[in-house]
């Protein structure tokens, strides 16, 4: 069972550190209908099946779902790191203002990490193993600045230092196995920055880490982003990582988006029933030691053959509650829930409210 006190509270104190919503801040990225598709010997796989959404300078959006759900591939066409020989993207991807649904790579890398910075999963493989930390860091920075090596030495030393990695100017000059995983995962976000972009991805950014280093990395990526302004973009499959740092969360499921609102809407009062088996499948604090975890049943579905309706519905309890195969035999919309603007599911459950009210949170106490 789930500990949901547990989950709001760190919710408020997320949003108790980070500043109010501004309605009018400058949209960084505005993603609308992104197919991404791979051919393959055994079909088409759809790995982005029509998401959008869009995100603000200064603010965070949480893009939550189990592997395989379309999270990193959709953000990696933002990056513009799929093979455009492999890969089928439609839709529209505008950066900045820029269309970069067929951009060409040049325009790419011209983009990347002075507009659009990517902290990978893991950098112990991301990070060049036979170049010193501050020499990659250098080298992104001369990249888009026409300044000297010494110069751009400098300026790695004093992002080192900013991320609170101690003694930057003796770490620069080591190479990435001297240092822990949590340093690693410092440096790399020192990389992303360096250059001050106008967005940043983190994919899983806190895997393989421990709980406190965990908390460090995200309070400093907090910190991070009052300073330089950057809308962020986090990709996680951990609920708690969400309530610490998200502004809003789109939950997403066989390529598609099936839920999106604030965190504090999505955690506290989510509509969908894919978000309240994600919400079970959470370990509680306060349980009997020996008591079960509720995982949801099934797999994720193959996103080749995705099933007919909605996707998630082989895995529903509650698609009975529609009534007359609906759900297996139509895909519902995404749209607006009545009375909460800005708030969407994909669901055809008459009042998912009630239902997650009087059934379903009282399980998770």
Known sequence: ????????????????????????????????????????????????????????AGQTLAIVGESGSGKSVSSMAVMGLHDTKKA?????????????????ANTFRDLRSETVAMIFQDPQSSLHPF???????????????????????KRAVEMLDRVGI???ARRAKQYPFEFSGGMRQRAMIALGLVNDPKLLIADEPTTALDVTVQAQILDLMNDLQREFGSAI????????????VADHV???????????????????????????????????????????LKPIQGSPPSLVHLPSGCSFHPRCDFKERVGGG??????PEFIEVPGEPGRLSRCFLPDPAQIFATEVAPNLE
């Not at 973009?233 to 610490?244: G, Y």
């Open 250 to 292: 789109m939950v997403m499921y066989g390529g598609r988006s099936v839920e999106f609102g604030t965190a504090q809407q999505v955690l506290a009062n989510p509509r969908h029933p894919y978000t309240w088996g994600l919400l079970s499948s959470v370990p509680s604090l306060t349980a009997d030691v020996g008591s079960d």
């Open 88 to 104: 089928r993207i439609s839709g529209s991807i505008r950066l900045d203002g820029k269309e970069l649904v067929g951009a060409s």
């Open 1 to 56: 069972m789930t500990d949901t006190a547990g989950v709001e509270q760190s919710v408020n104190a997320g949003d108790a550190r980070r500043p109010p919503l501004d309605p009018n801040a400058q949209v960084v990225l505005e993603v609308e209908d992104l197919k991404v598709e791979f051919p393959t010997a055994d079909g088409l796989v759809h790995a982005v099946n029509g998401v959008s959404y869009q995100v603000k």
């Open 131 to 153: 170049k010193k930390v501050g020499a990659q860091i250098t080298e992104a920075y001369r990249a888009h600045h026409k300044v000297s090596k010494s110069v751009a030495a």
């Open 326 to 331: 609906k759900c297996a035999r139509d895909l």
């Open 166 to 168: 101690p003694n930057p």
């Open 233 to 244: 973009i986090m990709i996680t499959h951990d609920l708690a990582v969400v309530a610490e």
